[in-house]
């Protein structure tokens, strides 16, 4: 696998250049190779990779009581900061209690009135015949819906700015995460200036967002109200710096893992026409050719089962790390203290043993509502995204806005390759043509 590679060279890299070039295919190859339990060395670390969906299980669950973040947390703390995705212990408590009401089911509501009116804006705003990219535009859905969302309508002007600064941060963190050797952010180096520039640049925009909404007087339940109202309090430790990394945290958080999920499913329906047909069909019987509504989120359960599906075969998050805290047993395992267990998504979401035919995109393997436990789009435990109602129902929502009104035509109809960046993206995008169902003379 490593080729010719020098002894004393591999010492030091391990399997790290052959995790670089492909990690979804190393991963894959090892657990054919080695099965559900086996070590993964990457440069000076050693991973314990667990597909195993009972232990993943055990894993999961054991967070706080057995298990911490791992080494894959630091890839994304220049970022982030304290924000609630890397926080633990008490501090991560106090997060979750604090934004929780943010997500309560008449959130939602709101939440979902953004995610309409932003499709519906998009759609407003496209010509039959016209060509993009499905990933790019997914991508700026999501990131329109997530400011939208989580700090009002009036926010959204800021889109364009908070784009450049999110792609800059993320390219930066993208070849962090390919790098061998990490140097410290605080190092002087022309990369490392652009990304704290970018950092800078989000904070100063959330700043702007505290500013407007303090003169206004409003006092809204969104994410942004939750954390101004803990800001104030004095009996809470909370300050305009871990205000900030909140506010980021859930902005890339909340969009970049949904555009990936609505792009691969439009990907799979253009390539698999009977399953766009039955999607059709629901949508039409379902809606009457009106435009959906939070209300019709239940009764769209082909269009859940493709989201889910989707979800299954290319998990935006592919790859996560737990440490253990203390000695520990996992199964017959006995682990050691601080030992890093990686789990992957991407591995455990085609196991025969969970899955039937774990290859192929079948959105009716979903129909029962089980799901099974090896399934970990979202992690579990309670570490579970706190933000899965939304995501699930912003992929629905815009999906069914928008293949209500439009057919999208693949303009390389070849097998997209994912690739596993910081979270797993087409390789490339997917390019496509506009259909406008009107101009196409579609039923739907």
Same mark, same amino acid.
């Given at each position: ?10 010492? $030091? ?9 492909? #990690? ?26 667990? =597909? ?37 212990? !008490? #501090? ?22 953004? @995610? ?22 997914? %991508? ?18 800021? /889109? ?11 390219? $930066? ?13 605080? *190092? ?49 430790? @909370? ?10 945290? $859930?902005?890339?958080?909340? %969009? ?22 039955? /999607?059709?069909?629901? +949508? !039409?019987?379902? +809606? ?26 290319? #998990? ?11 000695? $520990? ?8 203290? =601080?030992?890093?267990? @990686?789990?992957?998504? *991407? ?18 393997? *979903? %129909? ?20 899965? !109602? ?5 992929? @629905? ?13 693949? /303009? ?33």
């Amino acid at each position: 696998m490593l080729g010719g590679t020098p002894p004393f060279v591999r010492y $030091f890299t391990g399997l790290l250049p052959a995790f670089r070039k492909d #990690p979804l295919a190393l991963l894959t190859s090892l657990q054919a190779e080695h099965g559900d339990l086996f070590t993964l060395p990457l440069g000076p670390y050693r991973f314990l990779v667990v =597909n195993d969906a009972e232990h993943i299980h055990t894993v999961l669950t054991q967070h706080g009581r057995g298990f911490a973040k791992g080494k894959d947390a630091r890839l994304a703390a220049p970022l982030l900061g304290r924000g609630l995705l890397l926080s633990e212990g !008490e #501090p991560w408590r106090r997060q979750r209690r604090l934004v929780r009401p943010a997500f309560r089911a008449e959130q939602l509501q709101r939440y979902a009135d953004v @995610m309409s009116r932003v499709a519906e804006g998009v759609l407003a705003r496209w010509a039959d015949g016209q060509i993009f990219d499905l990933d790019e535009g997914m %991508s700026h859905i999501a990131l329109r819906v997530a400011i939208g969302s989580f700090f009002g309508a009036e926010a959204e002007d800021a /889109l364009p700015e908070i784009t450049a600064h999110v792609q800059t941060a993320r390219r $930066f963190i993208i070849d962090r995460f390919r790098s061998l050797i990490r140097l410290p952010v605080s *190092w002087p180096l022309p990369t490392h200036r652009t990304f704290r520039a970018a950092v800078q640049g989000l904070g100063q925009v959330i700043d702007r967002f505290v500013h407007a909404r303090r003169a206004s007087g409003a006092h809204a339940e969104d994410l942004l109200g939750r954390l101004l109202r803990d800001l104030d309090d004095p009996e809470s430790p @909370m300050d305009q710096t871990e205000l900030r990394d909140h506010a980021i945290s $859930f902005l890339i958080a909340g %969009s970049e893992t949904t555009a990936a999920t609505m792009a691969f499913a439009w990907y799979l329906l253009a390539t698999h026409p009977e399953a766009d047909e039955q /999607l059709c069909v629901e +949508l !039409e019987q379902s +809606l009457g050719g009106r435009a959906p509504t939070i209300a019709d989120v239940p009764s769209l359960a082909f269009l859940r089962s493709v989201i889910l599906e989707t979800l299954r075969l290319y #998990p935006p998050v592919w790859l996560f790390v737990r440490a253990t805290t203390a000695p $520990f047993a996992l199964g017959r395992h006995e682990l050691a203290a =601080n030992t890093q267990v @990686m789990i992957s998504p *991407w591995l455990s979401h085609r196991t025969s043993a969970s899955f039937e035919d774990p290859e192929a995109f079948r959105p009716e393997r *979903w %129909s029962t509502g089980a799901e099974p436990a090896a399934f970990i789009p979202f992690g579990g435990g309670p570490r579970l995204c706190i933000g899965r !109602e939304f995501a699930l129902m912003e992929a @629905m929502l815009v999906i069914a806005h928008l293949r209500a009104r439009v057919r999208f035509q693949l /303009l390389q109809p070849s097998t997209v390759e994912p690739e596993a960046l910081v979270t797993l993206r087409p390789r490339g995008g997917i390019p496509a043509r506009v259909r406008l169902l009107a101009s196409a003379g579609s039923p739907c």
